[in-house]
């Protein structure tokens, strides 16, 4: 098994035509050169795919570093011809979809918002015991991704967009979308839907992150 640590690497000599930099050994390019064959043809011959990395790259350089997000998945819609978007939320966040539903339609977008607990399931009917819930001895509804993609998929829409769904759920949402997705706000109730915060923290006052702590039960 290969061990790659793209995260910690110092040549970074992928970012220079291919020749200029020596690959270091541990470099998944020159390790995975049937991959790179296999990614290449794709890109080149699969329309779907050359269209959303066209688009992608585009709304990059256009909007580097001069657009925020929201803008930015706005121009990558148009760019791939989406005009009718989804907006798959969690039911906390009604707020903040609302204010991404008003922008887009003010942006001549068609949008359908549709919130995580779109399909009452009661969490006991998927195996949780009651001390399992958030609060225990209350009524909860489970998160229903599934049921949220379900949904846009029917509405036919184009772009589906993800503004706070839960660890877990989000990654449901992603594999029954039939609408390519793309991440507006990730969840984090601690700091406020900034996932980022945390790591740049985690030499100072989350240090305790490097520190195992929660182990789920098997």
Known sequence: MKTYR????????????PGV????????????????AEVHELYLHDPQINALAAAA?????????????????????????????GIAHCIGLCREAALLLEVL??????VYTVACKCAVLPKEEIGL???????PGHFESLCN?????RILNRLGTQLNILVGLCVGHDTLFFRYSDAPVTVLIAKDRVTGHNPLAALQLS????????????KPES
């Open 145 to 149: 991704p599934l049921a949220q993609a």
């Open 105 to 110: 339609e003010a942006n001549e977008f068609e």
């Open 21 to 36: 930099k020596p690959y270091p050994r541990n470099c998944p390019i020159p390790n995975e050169e049937d991959i790179a």
């Open 57 to 85: 790259a585009r709304t990059e350089a256009m909007g580097y570093p001069k657009r925020p997000r929201v803008e930015e998945v706005m121009d990558f819609a148009r760019r791939i011809g989406a005009n009718r978007l």
């Open 6 to 17: 793209c995260a910690t690497c110092k040549v970074r000599a992928c970012l220079e035509e």
């Open 129 to 135: 015991m009651d001390e399992e819930k958030v609060h």
């Open 203 to 214: 030499s100072s006052y989350y240090s305790w992150l490097k520190e195992p702590r929660y």
